[in-house]
């Protein structure tokens, strides 16, 4: 610690003697009401560009020789107000620092109206003024402002107003282009924020308005409000109609618009005597969902909206009504990787193979049967089996059910023989049909989306490098639309895929294209720093250069997946000279393996080994490996195998290290697996002091990387 703490002056000493100060640099001069560069005296302004606060030095500001108020200042932004006494037309504002000044022009006027904060626009009580609190015609309001100039009696900068300080001049106030009486303008902060109270118009139409505030003939940007209907107006019904697509129809479940007049107050909708789930409700539109347990046939619907109830509307009411969102949330988007890319558009297509997620309503009862008004907790599938079809040819669907309040989700595969272009997509659920909807269809080329080590499952970047000789998991979208079948390895071309390591194709493990996945196994004569260039050929084309970062190692344990606990991660080991797999035993059951009462060479079986046991745990990325571990040798040529017989043994170079349950454990061997190229395996004897459990922690070390598993160990 002593020797830490005499560092600290020569350090402080050497940061200012050895690099001066940076000058300021000014990038823009902000109202931060309107965003633009409208400024009146008095008010704040936001200062922003670099070097502001050089060594924790404070700035000046100053604009036309005046000094500003500094209320806060950091590298990047400085927050300012202006001067009071500033006169108006163009002036120039300076910041100065202990590293120099910067200025920037600007034009000071007499009013700067800008709205400011949220809310910008409130209720009596402060609440803001929205889609579920509108205001209503007559009712009288408050908008919080900036730049509206001098107040008598005048406020000085920095300081707090007291109780009235009034502008001097009265804005004018607007809302949908019609008069508003105003009833107040007054500062209400030291930062320059004023109050302006006006009452909206009674003769305003019951819809989303514009404010806007006018001084000096000087007018702010609008800033909307919903203008709803004042409790005790009657709510009046013009239509109900299917809420993703006003073409489709009505059934439990679905979700629905209801279109009128003073509907902002919404609090109840009746159908056929049961309540609908409420979404949201502004004055011309209330959106529902409908009753899951509604009758099919004839019924109404009305809509009651503070102590006022609409005359009812009659429906009529089907099993189903199917119908992709036409607006709103994006009808379709391809699946990549296990997750959701961009919306499916002309600048995203999607192309034969892909597999494309789309959403929609009004596909009735699943199972189990989620109440109206609530989203399940998972995926509830239909109880119906719905079929779709694309460009008139029927795709396969993996999954259909709920996911959200009455939003369905259907996960199809576009088949391989879709035609290119605009295509139709028709649901069919029960004996009701979707309206079509359009999905653009296109050869698109790859899109890569990562590397990542294939037995660990690690990305790999710039940061994080992969050995030569290693299993690589490439990501990438429109890789083809055949998945292949068992190992491919040594062919290094699938279907016109390829990998190319500095345009040499390696060879190729697996190509899925259902998963957007490649693996591959890394050419072991590749060195293990610098980087790559790695390019991937389908016949969608060819992709861009891409860039990867080698390492000497990088060690990743291949995992057994554990149907009874996901998140388990389960090296991928075996009883040495035997044929048992090391596992917990509910997870041997649950794959079927028989019993290990004796294990042997030839028995497949699984269950958890023992202290003592000898095991051999399997892995990639354990680097340079030669015969007999020689430094100067040569690694298994890409292409081949270690020779099944063991003739010739091939250890790596590094010697790892290895800890189970936390104590060290033995390496009796590093190497090749014999039959394999970029597999290895680690001998070793599990110790006698490991405390047993379904989960001991296995953690393999080789030169500044590691991976962490578990393995099982049980009493004798």
């Known amino acids: 610690m002593q020797k830490l703490f005499a560092l600290v002056p020569l350090l402080s000493f050497y940061a200012t003697a050895q690099f001066p100060a940076t000058p300021p640099l000014i990038i823009s001069v902000l109202n931060p009401g ?59 504002l300076t910041v100065k620092t202990s590293g120099g000044s910067a200025s920037f022009g600007l034009t000071i006027y007499p009013f700067a109206p800008a709205f400011d904060f949220v809310p910008a626009i409130a209720d009596a009580s402060s609440k803001e003024i929205s889609v579920s609190n509108p205001a209503f015609p007559g009712e009288p309001v408050i908008a919080t402002m900036v730049g509206l100039g001098p107040t008598n ?106 279109v009128g007049q003073n509907l902002g107050s919404t609090t109840a909708v009746s159908v056929g005597g049961k309540p609908a789930f409420i979404g949201s409700a502004s004055a011309t539109q209330v959106n529902i969902e409908l009753p899951i347990d509604l009758p099919v046939g004839g019924t109404t619907l009305t809509v009651t909206s503070g102590s006022q109830t609409s005359e009812p509307i009659n429906l009529t009411i089907d099993t189903v009504s199917p119908a992709f969102f ?18 499916i558009s002309a600048l995203n297509p999607a192309s034969p193979g892909n597999s494309v997620f789309g959403r929609l309503v009004g596909l009735g009862p699943t199972n189990p049967l989620v109440p109206t008004g609530k989203a399940p907790t998972g995926l509830a599938p239909t109880v119906a089996r719905p079929m779709i079809t694309v460009g008139g040819r029927t795709a396969n669907f993996s999954s259909c059910g709920l996911i959200g309040v009455g939003i369905y989700e259907i996960v199809f595969t576009l088949p391989i023989d879709t035609p290119l272009g605009n295509q139709d997509v028709i649901l069919t659920i029960g ?80 190509v899925l294209p259902s998963a957007n996945l490649i693996n591959v196994a890394i050419p072991s004569e590749l060195a293990d720093a610098g980087t790559n260039i790695v390019t991937i050929m389908s016949s969608n084309g060819i992709t861009e250069n891409l860039i990867l970062t080698m390492a000497s190692t990088d060690v990743g344990v291949f995992r057994i997946p554990d149907p009874t606990n996901p998140s388990r991660q ?25 019993q290990c009462p004796g294990a042997s060479p030839t028995t497949s079986c699984a269950g958890p080994a023992h202290a003592g046991d000898s095991i051999v745990i399997y892995f990639t990325g354990g680097g340079r490996a030669t015969p007999n571990g020689d430094p100067n040798g040569n ?82």
């Open 34 to 92: 309107s965003n633009d560069q409208r400024f009146c005296a008095g008010m704040l302004v936001q200062i922003g560009g670099n070097n502001f606060v050089p060594l924790g030095v404070a700035p000046t500001v100053t604009v036309g020789n005046q000094a500003a108020y500094i209320q806060s200042a950091v590298s990047n932004l400085i927050v300012a107000q202006l001067p009071l006494s500033l006169l108006n037309g163009p002036t120039t």
């Open 153 to 258: 009696p005048l406020v000085s900068i920095t300081t707090s107003p007291p109780t009235t300080a009034p502008t001097t001049t009265l804005p004018t106030v607007t809302v949908g282009g019609l008069p508003a009486q105003v009833t107040g303008s007054v500062i209400v902060s030291d930062r320059a924020i004023y109050h302006v109270s006006f009452t909206i118009p009674t003769n305003i139409a019951l819809r989303d308005q514009d404010v806007v505030v006018s001084m000096g003939g000087i007018t702010s940007q609008a800033s909307t409000i919903p203008i709803g209907a004042a409790t005790g107006t009657t709510p009046t019904i013009t239509n109900v109609f299917n809420f993703a697509d006003d073409r489709g129809g009505l059934s439990p479940g679905a979700l629905a618009a209801i």
């Open 326 to 343: 036409a607006h709103g949330l994006p009808t379709f988007r391809l699946q990549e990787a296990g997750v959701f890319l961009a919306e």
């Open 431 to 510: 004996d009701k049909s979707s309206p079509s909807v359009t999905l653009i269809v296109a050869n698109a080329p790859q899109s890569f989306l990562g590397f990542r080590n294939a037995a660990s499952g690690q990305l790999r970047d710039s940061t994080h490098g992969i050995a030569p000789n290693t299993f690589l998991s490439i990501y990438s979208t429109n890789i083809g639309s055949t998945d292949s079948q068992g190992n491919l390895f040594p062919s290094t071309n699938y279907l016109n895929t390829q990998v190319l390591f500095n345009d040499k194709p390696a060879p190729l493990y697996n």
């Open 570 to 594: 389960i090296a991928a080991a075996t009883v040495a000279n035997t044929a048992q797999v090391v596992l917990p035993q509910a997870t041997a059951a649950a794959y079927k393996f028989a």
């Open 635 to 716: 690694p298994v040529p890409t292409g081949s195998v270690a020779p099944p017989d063991g003739r010739i043994i091939y250890k790596t170079v590094l010697t790892p290290i290895l800890t189970i349950g936390g104590i060290p454990a033995p390496v009796l061997f590093s190497g090749i697996a014999p039959g394999t190229a970029a597999e290895y395996q680690i001998n070793t004897v599990i110790p006698t002091g490991v405390t047993p459990g379904d989960d001991v922690a296995v953690v393999l070390f080789f030169e500044g990387n590691s991976d962490t598993v578990t393995i099982s160990v049980k009493n004798p």
